[in-house]
């Protein structure tokens, strides 16, 4: 899968070092995935969740620690890379 907003990322790990190894492992995981649906991907991490409102899948990172929000196109094979916040930051928006 091609992953864009990847600069999302990285900017979110230098706010918080404790991430970087989990949501490293995030994108390696993501950018050898060849999703097809989101049964697959919930195959793959079990902890991610699909929100209808936005067509955005919200994935749990590091024991739920974080959360990533990111667009994806199976049929392109490709993600977006929206938003990355912690879990406490993730409840507050909703």
Same mark, same amino acid.
């Given at each position: 899968? /091609?992953?864009? =907003?990847?600069?999302?990322?990285? +900017? ?12 490293? !492992? ?17 195959? /793959?991490?079990? =902890?991610?969740?699909?929100?209808? +409102? ?12 974080? !959360? ?17 916040? /912690? ?8």
């Amino acid at each position: 899968m /091609t992953v864009a =907003g990847e600069k999302v990322v990285t +900017d979110f790990a230098k706010k918080h070092a404790q991430s970087r190894k989990p949501l490293a !492992r995030f994108l390696a995981v993501a950018h050898e995935a060849e999703w097809k649906h989101m049964a697959e991907v919930k195959e /793959t991490l079990p =902890g991610t969740d699909f929100d209808p +409102d936005t067509q955005s899948y919200i994935f749990n990172i590091s024991c739920n620690k974080y !959360r990533l929000i990111a667009f994806i196109n199976f049929e392109k094979q490709t993600m977006l890379v929206d938003t990355v916040m /912690t879990h406490e930051e993730y409840n507050k928006r909703k």
